[in-house]
């Protein structure tokens, strides 16, 4: 089927089903926060302190997991070189795994930040392991349609983070109805990539013609052959990056303030803000996959360069109409399903753009690098995005701004900065 073999597509799942938990897991304390948090603190769901509160934790944790992101990403990505693509793929997956179900057990903020820290080293470097496996494994001309394939599952970890959270804090009443209780098991769904990761190592090999490197530098990465190919990722990757969790951290509680301001039953409002969580961040995630799914063709039929270029205009305007415009709140929740197309769908690039970018010997640790180095620099941005709300500023307000981002990834394709890969991968 599509011109890849059984093997090939089992190679394609177990690492679609390891990107798509990466994600699945990330993602679960931005759903919870708004349970979560003041559960902690002792306040009550409509404590306005616990908004304030609940905007600048989600802001603080989503940097740090971000930071713990970066520094996994380039551990494991060397890791990945020298011990292989699928045993790196075990050890990534358990350390999320487990670090995302020990959050259940954390007695306050500050343990569960720990915890989430430990789980982000391993969510950081499972894609570079999961990326790079898929690469060299399928054929030269499937590599595109497998890498954007890969990435479909981040939508469905997404969807699938969507729908235990409204399970467990709104629909299961014996469970919802106790707020200290709800948030903890959310996260000890996170357990379930743990078995996933142990089925893999057993059925999936590593790469025809892959070969533990002696050494691997991360100066190799900037030797005048790679250095333009190693910016370039990596500027790419930092626009989109920028873009991504400056929207996408917060669309849980801008969700939830809009349910605030809206709840015509106060006695309602805690199952308005998880309807309204569910509904914004399942039309982020939808559009995602169809957004994914067409850098396929994109990309095969103009080239790297343009369909970046696409995809940032695409995402400058999403962004600006969601946050923008003066619409309903439940239109805005709708009008995120085109962010999704445009700022989550470009992802499905990077899984067969930067493995292009580098040589099997370095194709670990340069993918790694460039994806996750540039979450050092992004994770300043979800937090001074939370630091100025906690100043009074509408949140709405302030997302509409983050459509800058993409424009300046438009000024750096039009200096030449990313490298076409269309024809001239490095083998």
Excluded at 109 to 116: G, Q, T
Excluded at 184 to 193: C, K, M, Q
Aim: proline share 5%; hydrophobic share 55%.
């Amino acid at each position: 089927m599509l011109g890849l073999s059984r093997y090939q597509w089992l190679v394609l799942g177990a690492a679609w089903l390891g990107w798509g938990f990466d994600v699945f897991d990330g993602l679960l304390f931005n759903y919870v926060a708004p349970i979560c948090v003041p559960n902690l603190l002792g306040y009550a769901p409509s404590d306005p302190a616990a908004k304030a509160e609940t905007m600048m934790w989600t802001a603080t944790l989503s940097s740090a997991l971000l930071l713990g992101w970066a520094l996994g990403g380039v551990l494991f990505g060397k890791l990945t070189d020298r011990l292989g693509r699928t045993r790196t793929m075990l050890l990534t997956m358990l350390t999320y795994a487990l670090g995302t179900a020990a959050c259940a057990l954390a007695p306050n903020l500050w343990v569960l930040a720990a915890f989430r820290f430990v789980a982000s080293l391993g969510i950081g470097g499972e894609w570079a392991a999961g990326a790079s496996l898929v690469a060299e494994t399928m054929p030269k001309d499937k590599r595109i349609l497998g890498g954007a394939l890969l990435y479909t599952s981040a939508p469905i970890g997404m969807l699938l983070a969507t729908f235990v959270n409204d399970v467990f804090t709104r629909q299961l009443d014996s469970i919802a109805a106790d707020p200290s209780m709800s948030w903890r098991v959310v996260f000890i769904t996170g357990l379930i990539p743990a078995g996933v990761a142990v089925l893999i190592r057993m059925k999936v090999k590593e790469p025809e013609g892959w070969a533990p490197a002696e050494r691997t530098e991360l100066r190799e990465l900037f030797t005048p052959q790679l250095r333009r190919r190693t910016f370039g990722g990596l500027a790419m990757a930092i626009v989109a990056l920028v873009t991504w969790w400056s929207v996408s951290a917060f669309i849980p509680v801008i969700a939830s303030f809009l349910a605030a301001d809206t709840a015509p039953d106060p006695s309602r409002l805690a199952d308005l803000k998880v309807e309204y969580i569910t509904i914004g961040t399942a039309a982020f995630a939808i559009g995602g996959l169809f957004g994914t799914l067409l850098t396929v063709p994109v990309a095969l039929r103009l080239g790297r360069r343009p369909m970046f270029t696409i995809y940032f205009i695409g995402s400058a305007v999403a962004i600006w109409a969601a946050f923008g415009a003066p619409v309903a709140a439940m239109t805005r929740l709708y009008l995120m399903f085109g962010v999704g197309v445009t700022v989550f769908g470009v992802f499905g690039a990077f899984s067969f753009y930067l493995p292009e970018l580098f040589p099997m010997r370095l194709r670990g640790t340069g993918a790694g690098f460039c994806y996750n180095a540039g979450r050092v620099i992004t994770a300043g941005f979800p937090f001074a995005v939370g630091m100025i709300v906690m100043k009074g500023v509408n949140p709405v307000w302030v997302l509409q701004w983050v459509a800058l981002a993409p424009v300046a990834g438009l000024v750096l394709l039009a200096l030449g900065l990313a490298v076409e890969t269309r024809g001239h991968e490095i083998d």
